[in-house]
């Protein structure tokens, strides 16, 4: 049973963007199903007889109230399929704090042993796929009629976005590590391999996520031979942007600087938001109506993937949850970093890398993403 559960849910986080259901500018993943089926199963197996929550469940259930809180008295004038969509989307991020928690009260037996393999499962899985998107279906820019950025031979994998999949095998990576210091079989080329699908990402926000985390768990492992690896693997990253440049984007025109400044109007964009309302926000999941009513973006913006939330996850929560929202989210984040420290660094490198990559996307809030977080959190300490 515990293999097929780990299997069950390396293809729901591997399955990204394929295989969804559409819904309000939006869509429920196969991993969103996935995850809402496994929390009813583990709530009827122990009979609703959670344990005591730790400090970072605890501090998650106070962002949601506040979550909850700025959506009931939003000073925007939302109709009520808006104020459905808003709900919703706080039951999905309360679903996957409710994993977690299930997983920490023994819901699922010895599964919590098997989820570093289920994870990494997840991460090659997801790698290789990416390879074959880069391979043979380099060129998405059909996918802008559907809202998606029109990528162009970079990795996007199941995610359809680089900067989400750059940062997802970031954490793949840093699972790979921590078995390449135990010396385990078939790392090196699983590492070979996901190091060779975040390269092709060409995502600058996850190179520098991979130096973060790489050089945080280099320096808790006390590791010369591990900073200096790092070093040389993200300067090679760096070289091979500038020939992807230089071969690829230049010669057709597309212009990588434009994201830079497109990523620095997304920041003003929240930070004007934020202040129409700055102690309890806008209400959560409601960015793309704040867009709308507040006239911060045209029709064809509003239609895109992009207009949901800002290119911040700190900006993100501000805009939509306030100061309160804010402060109590930092709360979450410090316990997840305090319960990680000196016991779980895997959890610790991955999360001092999606400090840096939530500036640049809203990384922190993806699911994949925050399912890894939330279930790394809750791997039992060896």
Not at 241 to 262: G, M
Request: hydrophobic share 50%; charged share 10%; net charge positive.
């Amino acid at each position: 049973m515990t293999n097929l559960l780990g299997l069950i849910l390396a293809f729901a986080i591997s399955a990204g963007q394929l295989i969804r259901i559409p819904f309000a500018n939006g869509g429920i993943t196969i991993l969103d199903i996935t995850i809402t089926f496994f929390c009813l199963w583990g709530l009827l197996k122990i009979k609703l007889q959670l344990r005591k929550p730790p400090a970072r469940i605890t501090a998650a259930l106070i962002f949601i109230s506040l979550a909850i809180a700025s959506l009931v008295l939003t000073p925007l004038h939302l109709k009520l399929n808006e104020y459905i969509t808003g709900f919703l989307y706080i039951i999905r991020f309360a679903l996957y704090i409710l994993i977690a928690w299930l997983i920490f009260s023994d819901a699922f037996g010895d599964f919590r042993k098997s989820l570093q393999k289920t994870l990494l499962l997840a991460g090659i899985s997801f790698a290789v796929l990416g390879f074959l998107q880069f391979i043979f279906l380099p060129d998405l820019r059909f996918l802008s009629t559907s809202g998606w950025d029109p990528h162009y031979y970079r990795t996007v994998s199941t995610f359809l976005d680089p900067n989400f999949a750059g940062a997802f095998l970031v954490l793949t990576l840093i699972l790979i590590f921590q078995n390449l210091a135990m010396a385990k079989k078939w790392n090196t080329l699983f590492f070979i391999i996901t190091y060779a699908a975040l390269l092709t990402t060409f995502s600058r926000s996850s190179y520098f996520m991979f130096l973060v985390s790489g050089l945080t768990f280099s320096l808790s492992k006390k590791s010369k031979k591990y900073v200096i690896i790092t070093l040389l693997l993200f300067t090679f990253l760096l070289l091979s942007f500038q020939i992807y440049n230089r071969l690829v984007a230049t010669p057709r025109n597309i212009n990588r600087e434009q994201s830079a400044s497109l990523r620095l109007n997304t920041w003003q964009q929240g930070f004007q938001i934020f202040q129409k309302n700055p102690i309890l926000g806008i209400g959560f999941n409601t960015y793309r109506y704040a867009i709308r009513e507040y006239s911060l973006g045209d029709e064809q913006f509003l239609k895109s993937h992009g207009a949901s939330s800002n290119d911040s996850s700190l900006l993100f929560v501000a805009s939509t949850t306030g100061i309160l929202g804010l402060i109590s989210y930092l709360y979450f984040l410090w316990t997840l970093i305090k319960s990680s420290t000196g016991k779980n660094l895997i959890l610790i490198s991955g999360l001092t890398g999606l400090l840096i990559h939530s500036f640049f996307a809203n990384s922190f809030f993806y699911p994949p993403i925050l399912a890894w977080i939330m279930i790394i959190s809750t791997i039992p300490k060896k």
